[in-house]
C-alpha cells in the first residue's frame, strides 16, 4: 500500500495516493459487507458444498451414491477389531489419544442412576492391553453387581449439515457429492477450528503430519466396491455400511426394517451413521 | 511418538480424542491481544474523534500502542498453526461460512488502517525531523513520511481531516474486529460453555476494559521514566472510563454465567463440577473478586471521597493491572477453560502446558513482543510532545 508516489509534485502525489487509498478502503469495506452476509448464512451447509469436478477416482462417479453407516449396539461385543484395523488401514497415530473410530462401554453398576463410562483409551484398559497400540477392555467389572451394560460403537458421522465444513476457513474439510466428508491434508493449515466445532469428538490432529484427521469411511476403499475395514472386520455385524440410494444395499435395509436414533440431534448436524440400541444416556 | 503430543490427564469420561487440548494458551493470548488493539484505539478516537482534551495526552501514544500489538496478533495464529506456510489458504480461497475465513482480511485491513492512520498522526512530525537532520537519518524519515514534505496549514487540516476520517471508520472496525473474534467462540455449538450469543459483546467490553488498563499502566510508567509531569486529567479520565466500563463488563460477565446456570441444561452437573472444583480460584477469586470487584471498589472509593493527585494515580495503576489480570484470565477461563469440560459433558480434562513453540513460554515472548515494539517506535516517532506541553 505503501508506496512513492510517481512525478515531481508531492502533494499531488500524495492526493493521488490518498484517492487511491480511499478506493481501496472501499472496495475492502465491500468485501467485508459481501463477507459478512455470507457468515450470517451459518448453518446451511449448502453453502458449504464444494462443487468440484468428478473426481480423479476411476470407474466412480460420486452423484450416483449416497452412502450411509448404521451401528447396532445392541450386538456390539467391545472386541475393539474395528479399533485395530482402522489404525491399521489408515495409519492412525498409534497412540491411546488418536481414533477415528472408538467403543464406549456403558455400565450401571447394581442400584445406580447413572453409568460409568469408558473406552478403550481409558488408562486402565491400556494398562489391561499392555501398549497404546492394542485395546482391550478391562475386566474391573468383574466383581461388581450390574444392572445394565452395553458397548456403542463411534465414527463421525459424516453429517448432513456438518459443522466441521462449516467453520474450515479454507475449505480443506468438504462434503462430497456422495455423502462422505474429507479432508484435503495437502490444503489443511492445521488451525484446528473444526476439532473444536465438531460436537461428536470424531475429530483430531495427526502430531506427525500437523493436519486433522477423521474417520474417511475408507474412502479409498468403498470408491472401488470394499466395504471400510470396520464393517468388514466386525465379528458380530454390529457394524453396515452401504449405499442409501441403492433398495437392496444392507444400509437401505437396516433402515428399513429398523427405528433408528442419530446422536445430539439437537445440533442440527444431521448424522448420516445411523444407530439402533441406544440409551438415553448415550450422547 | 512420544514428543510429538501431549495428552491431558482428566476424570469421568472425555471422547478419546478430546485428551488432547487443541487449543493453546497461544489462542489464549490471541483475543487478549486482539482485545488491548481495540481498547487503546477506543481511547486513541476519544480524542481524535469525539474531540475529548482530556484524552489529548496519551491519543497519539495509544495509537501506535494499538499498532504495536496489531502487528504481533498474527504471530499467535501462526504460532498455533500446524501449517503456518499455508496460512494464506484462507485468504486465497476463503470458505465464507467459516467465522475465521475473513479475519485475514478484516486483520490486515484494520493493520493498515491503523499504519495509514498512524502515518498521518505523525507525519507532521516526521517532515520537520527530515528537515532538521541530515544524512541518513533525513533519508529516513523522508522516506517514512513517504516523500512528503508539505506542512502548511492547508496540508494539515488534509492530515486531520483523513485521521478523523480514519478514525471514524477505524472505530466500528477496531471493535468488529474484536466482536468477531467473540463470535468465533460463541458461534459454536459443540460447546455449552462458548456457545452463547453474548460472547462478542463480552469480549468487546473487556477488551475495552483491557485497552484502558494498559494505557493507564504504560502512560504512567512513561512519564516516570522519562521523568515529565503527569496529566492527572487524563489519568482521572481514563479511570472513569475503565471504571464504568467494568462495571458493565461484570454484570455482563455475570449474567451470562447466571444464564447457564439458571437454565440447567443437560451437563449442567459437570459444568458445576467445574466451576466449584478447578475453576473456583481463577474464575471466581481472581477475575471476579480480586480482578473486577477490587478495582471497582478502589475507583469507586476515589471517585467518592475525590481522591487526586499521586493518591489517585497509584488507586488507578493497582486498579489497571488488576483489570490486565482479570482480562486474562477471562481469555483463559473462555478459552482453556471451554476445552476442559469435555464434550461428553460427562468428565473434565486438565490443560497442561505443551511447551515449544505453542507453550506458554513462547506466549509470554510474543505477549511482550509489542512492548519492546512500541519502546523502539517510540524512539522512532515520539508521541511525547502533548504529553508535556499540557502537564
Ligand atoms: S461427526 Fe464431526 S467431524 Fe464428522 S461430519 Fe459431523 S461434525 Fe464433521
Ligand atoms: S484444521 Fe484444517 S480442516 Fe480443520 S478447519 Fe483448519 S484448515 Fe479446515
Known amino acids: 500500500m505503501k508506496r512513492k508516489p510517481k512525478g515531481g509534485d508531492i502533494k499531488s502525489g500524495r492526493r493521488a495516493f490518498l484517492r487511491g487509498f480511499g478506493k481501496a478502503l472501499a472496495s475492502v469495506s465491500a468485501l467485508m459487507i459481501g463477507g459478512a452476509g455470507l457468515l450470517g448464512k451459518k448453518g446451511t451447509s449448502d453453502a458449504a458444498v464444494i462443487k468440484p469436478e468428478i473426481p480423479p477416482i476411476p470407474d466412480y462417479d460420486w452423484t450416483e451414491h449416497d452412502w450411509g453407516y448404521g451401528i447396532d449396539a445392541t450386538r456390539c461385543i467391545g472386541c475393539l477389531r474395528c479399533v485395530e484395523a482402522c489404525k491399521a488401514e489408515n495409519g492412525v497415530a498409534p497412540t491411546a489419544h488418536h481414533f477415528r473410530t472408538w467403543v464406549e462401554r456403558y455400565v450401571w453398576l447394581e442400584g445406580e442412576e447413572r453409568p460409568l463410562v469408558d473406552s478403550q483409551s481409558d488408562p486402565g484398559n491400556i494398562a489391561a492391553s499392555g501398549s497404546q497400540k492394542e485395546y482391550r477392555f478391562d475386566n474391573r467389572y468383574q466383581d461388581k453387581k450390574i444392572d445394565k451394560a452395553f458397548f456403542v460403537p463411534k465414527i463421525c458421522n459424516h453429517c448432513r449439515h456438518p459443522s466441521c465444513v462449516q467453520v474450515c476457513p479454507t475449505g480443506a474439510t468438504f462434503k462430497t457429492e456422495d455423502g462422505a466428508v474429507l479432508i484435503d491434508h495437502d490444503y489443511c493449515i492445521g488451525c484446528q477450528y473444526c476439532v473444536q466445532a465438531c460436537p461428536y469428538g470424531a475429530r483430531f490432529f495427526d502430531p506427525a503430519d500437523q493436519v486433522t484427521e477423521k474417520c474417511t469411511w475408507c474412502y479409498h476403499r468403498i470408491t472401488k466396491g470394499l466395504q471400510p475395514a470396520c464393517v468388514e472386520v466386525c465379528p458380530v455385524g454390529a457394524r453396515i455400511f452401504g449405499d442409501m440410494n441403492n433398495e437392496a444395499s444392507d444400509i437401505s435395509k437396516f433402515l428399513r426394517e429398523n427405528r433408528v436414533q442419530v446422536l445430539k440431534p439437537e445440533t442440527g448436524n444431521a448424522p448420516t451413521c445411523f444407530y439402533i440400541g441406544l440409551d438415553k444416556e448415550v450422547s | 511418538m512420544e514428543a510429538l503430543y501431549h495428552a491431558s490427564p482428566f476424570t469421568g469420561y472425555v471422547y478419546p480424542n478430546e485428551t488432547i487440548i487443541p487449543w493453546t494458551v497461544m489462542i489464549v493470548i490471541y483475543p487478549y491481544m486482539t482485545g488491548l488493539v481495540a481498547g487503546a484505539f477506543s481511547v486513541s478516537s476519544l480524542y481524535h474523534v469525539f474531540g475529548m482534551e482530556k484524552f489529548k495526552p496519551v491519543a497519539r501514544f495509544a495509537l501506535l500502542t494499538a499498532l504495536c500489538f496489531m502487528l504481533f496478533v498474527p504471530m499467535t495464529l501462526l504460532l498455533h498453526l500446524g501449517q503456518p506456510q499455508r496460512a494464506f489458504n484462507a485468504m486465497i480461497t476463503p470458505h465464507l461460512t467459516s467465522a475465521f475465513a475473513a479475519f485475514g482480511y478484516f486483520a490486515a485491513f484494520y493493520a493498515v488502517l491503523l499504519m495509514l492512520e498512524t502515518w498521518f498522526a505523525f507525519r507532521e512530525d516526521n517532515v520537520i525531523r527530515a528537515r532538521n537532520s541530515t544524512g541518513l537519518v533525513r533519508s529516513f524519515y523522508r522516506a517514512i513520511t513517504l516523500w512528503s514534505d508539505d506542512i502548511s ?145 478502589i475507583l469507586g472509593l476515589m471517585f467518592a471521597r475525590d481522591v487526586r493527585g499521586k493518591a489517585f494515580l497509584v488507586g488507578a495503576v493497582i486498579s489497571s493491572l488488576l483489570v490486565l489480570m482479570n482480562v486474562f484470565l477471562m481469555r483463559w477461563n473462555v478459552v482453556i477453560g471451554g476445552q476442559e469440560i469435555a464434550k461428553t459433558m460427562r468428565g473434565l480434562v486438565y490443560y497442561h502446558d505443551p511447551g515449544g513453540r505453542e507453550g506458554l513460554a513462547a506466549a509470554l515472548a510474543v505477549l511482550s513482543g509489542p512492548f519492546i515494539l512500541l519502546a523502539i517506535l517510540t524512539r522512532v516517532m515520539p508521541p511525547w510532545k502533548e504529553m508535556t506541553e499540557k502537564g
Open chain 2, 153 to 297: 496549514e492547508k496540508a494539515r487540516s488534509y492530515d486531520h481531516k483523513w485521521m478523523l476520517t480514519l478514525a471514524i471508520v477505524g472505530i466500528p472496525s477496531a471493535h468488529g474486529l474484536h466482536g468477531y473474534v467473540g463470535f468465533v467462540f460463541g458461534s459454536l455449538k459443540s460447546r455449552e460453555w462458548w456457545g452463547s450469543d453474548m460472547m462478542p459483546v463480552i469480549f468487546l467490553f473487556s477488551a475495552i476494559i483491557s485497552g484502558i488498563a494498559v494505557l493507564i499502566v504504560l502512560y504512567t510508567l512513561v512519564c516516570k521514566v522519562r521523568k515529565t509531569p503527569i496529566d492527572h486529567a487524563c489519568v482521572r479520565g481514563m479511570g472513569g472510563a475503565l471504571w464504568g466500563f467494568l462495571m458493565f463488563t461484570l454484570l455482563l460477565e455475570g449474567l451470562e454465567f447466571a444464564n447457564v446456570v439458571y437454565k440447567g441444561k443437560e451437563g449442567i452437573e459437570i459444568i458445576m463440577e467445574y466451576v466449584t472444583g478447578p475453576l473456583f480460584y481463577r474464575y471466581f477469586v481472581f477475575q471476579f473478586a480480586v480482578g473486577a470487584v477490587v478495582p471497582i471498589i
